[in-house]
């Protein structure tokens, strides 16, 4: 009997991808990458994407392979995961973005479309002007908000109209959820840490292209960007430029926290002193 597929989640620094090539040289798999910043060529050290090295030999999918200008979606992701699946016996899923895990195991409501000339139209609003124009206020995230203004642009209709239709389920398979979960005050340290090697990786450099080619959409969203971009100009010292990115990071890890604690009743909780256990008694 094929046993489930593994998606191993959990917030930021915790370590998920360090235990899914454990995972994957257990059960002999390739890994496919359920991070939506990771998919992003152009930010290696700030999405904390894995280098070759860290790879460790296990094929990795669905890593760095959008520009920047590109917008990635839970649609385009589930379709691009689709493809790759087909020609991976044991594959594991790694990644912290709840969305895109989601839609994985329950599925995705149709959503149509977009011409790329739609697209183009609403990525050159500015965000004010997308608000005016969105008939029906889905979200105050500005990526969703220019989501819903494509939708309405393409069909004529709301993009809760869409949300409202049945789920579809593209990849047709049973699957089984780790959530690496470390203890708060370690993962906040993690964060940390984590953060100020990026400043000695090549953070700033990556920041310093992304400013140079006007870069927006998805990729903007990485933590670090906005604040080395202030720092960059001369807006805030060094020590504030740290100081806020590692805060922003710690919220977003606890944020992740409580959206996988409330999420899929079937998952495996463990922390990283449990990593062992956990890899005997499933794999």
């Known amino acids: 009997m094929q046993k489930p597929i593994p998606i191993i989640v959990g917030p930021t620094a915790s370590g998920k991808s360090k235990f899914s090539i454990a995972v994957a040289k257990r059960i002999n798999g390739e890994i496919i990458n359920a991070d939506s910043l990771q998919v992003y060529k152009d930010i290696q050290i700030l999405s904390a994407r894995p280098t070759q090295a860290e790879q460790e030999g296990i094929p990795h999918h669905l890593y760095g392979y959008m520009n920047a200008f590109e917008t990635s979606s839970v649609m385009g992701w589930l379709k691009d995961v689709e493809e790759i ?69 393409t069909t004529g209709k709301s993009f809760l109209y869409f949300q409202n239709q049945k789920k579809i389920k593209l990849i047709d398979k049973e699957f089984q959820i780790f959530f690496l979960n470390p203890p708060r005050n370690i993962l906040y340290e993690r964060c940390d840490k984590r953060f100020i090697k990026m400043l000695t990786e090549g953070a700033i450099e990556e920041v310093k292209y992304l400013n140079s080619i006007n870069a927006n959409g998805g990729i903007t969203k990485a933590i670090g960007i906005k604040q080395i971009s202030k720092w960059l100009k001369g807006e805030i010292s060094n020590q504030e430029m740290i100081e806020d990115a590692c805060k922003e990071t710690r919220h977003y890890a606890k944020r992740q926290i409580t959206w996988f604690k409330n999420q899929f009743k079937d998952k495996i909780t463990f922390t990283p002193e449990q990593i062992s256990d956990i890899l005997n008694s499933y794999f």
């Open 85 to 153: 699946i087909k020609n991976i016996k044991n594959p594991v899923f790694v990644g912290g973005t709840g969305l895109y895990v989601k839609a994985l195991v329950e599925g995705i409501s149709p959503m149509p479309d977009i011409p790329p000339e739609i697209r183009e139209q609403v990525r050159n609003m500015d965000i004010e002007e997308v608000k005016t124009k969105v008939k029906e206020c889905v979200a105050i995230d500005p990526q969703r908000l220019r989501r819903a203004l494509e939708v309405e642009l």
